[in-house]
């Protein structure tokens, strides 16, 4: 049951990042979510309709000998707390200790040493790599994560926090995500030898439970920071491609309810290089659909005019 309700979050959540705040639940699943999440939920009818999810209409609740808010409420307070219908106060969570902000120092400041790009490339994996607070964020037996690729490359692609597979190798997007993002990467004409991956993340944020990823807090992010910086100076790259919504909050706007509708496609700058945001691979995996596809290509072909890369008809084409 738990990898079901972990799908549900995330479905939510990719509706969220496309501005739906209010969904229809079949009653037979909210029955089960309520067994296993609030044994006393109250009760909520819900309209039935067969229109698309955007068009659906709003949750109706009502309150009989209300014991705890409803699922749906809690589901939502988890994902924005200005979204729910109900109470104003998000449900308990458990807190994980990187939920914590006063377990983590102040943001490194990074001098990078003279020499070779290799040389302070080698020198700032081994500063992060060792970096005793981000070693003390990941879990027994996981791993910092840093970033890959040429030193040399145009671009750099920027992801978000690091997940299950990422923390067993240390090494961003090597799971179903980067696998993705690879043949994005082919599709555009690039080997992932040819750009540069890196995260806003050095480790995947403890979510407090055994499964299922949680985005970075404010103080995790701007922990963070310093060191992807560092890599930007490295690398100089020409174009930055910000893969999701928490890269963009680290890159382009800090602001919470600035949905990636609202950035991507559009050019933003980082440190004083171009950016582009457009959706996480991830996002792809979980909305299989043209529209969404067409999107993220779209976002590609600017970066590939921006690096003044050939576009073929059959590259313009593609997705459509």
Request: charged letters at 25%; aromatic letters at 6%.
């Amino acid at each position: 049951m738990r990898s079901q309700v972990e799908a549900l979050v995330k479905e939510l959540e990719i509706m969220k990042e496309e501005g739906i705040t209010h969904v229809s639940l079949d009653p037979l699943l909210l029955e089960s979510l309520e067994s296993v999440l609030v044994p006393r939920a109250s009760e909520v009818s819900y309209i039935e309709t067969d229109e698309p999810a955007i068009a659906r209409k709003p949750l109706q609740t009502r309150s009989r000998n209300r014991a705890g808010p409803s699922v749906f409420e809690n589901v939502m307070n988890e994902l924005d707390p200005a979204q729910s219908r109900g109470s104003r106060k998000s449900p308990p969570k458990v807190k994980a200790k990187s939920d914590v902000s006063s377990v983590l120092p102040d943001p490194p400041t990074i001098h990078l040493p003279k020499g070779s790009k290799v040389e302070r490339w080698n020198w700032l994996k081994e500063r992060v790599k060792g970096c005793e607070t981000c070693k003390g964020q990941v879990k027994s037996g996981m791993q910092v994560v840093f970033g890959v690729g040429n030193l040399d490359a145009e671009l750099f692609l920027c992801g978000e926090a690091p997940g299950a597979d990422e923390e067993v190798q240390g090494e961003p997007f090597v799971g179903p995500a980067g696998q993705l993002l690879n043949k994005i990467l082919a599709t555009a004409g690039w080997t992932r030898e040819q750009v540069y991956i890196g995260n806003i993340m050095n480790w995947r944020p403890d979510t407090g439970a055994t499964f299922g990823n949680r985005p970075p807090t404010d103080e995790e992010l701007q922990f963070c920071l310093p060191y992807l910086k560092a890599q930007l100076e490295i690398i100089q790259p020409k174009v930055i491609l910000a893969l999701g919504k928490t890269a963009v909050k680290g890159l382009v706007s800090p602001n919470r309810t600035v949905t990636m509708g609202q950035v991507h496609g559009k050019w933003h700058e980082f440190e004083g290089i171009p950016v582009m945001p457009t959706y996480h691979p991830s996002y792809l995996l979980h909305n299989n659909t043209s529209r969404a596809k067409r999107a993220v290509w779209e976002d590609i072909l600017l970066v590939m005019e921006k690096l003044e890369k050939p576009i073929s008809e059959r590259q313009r084409g593609f997705f459509l």
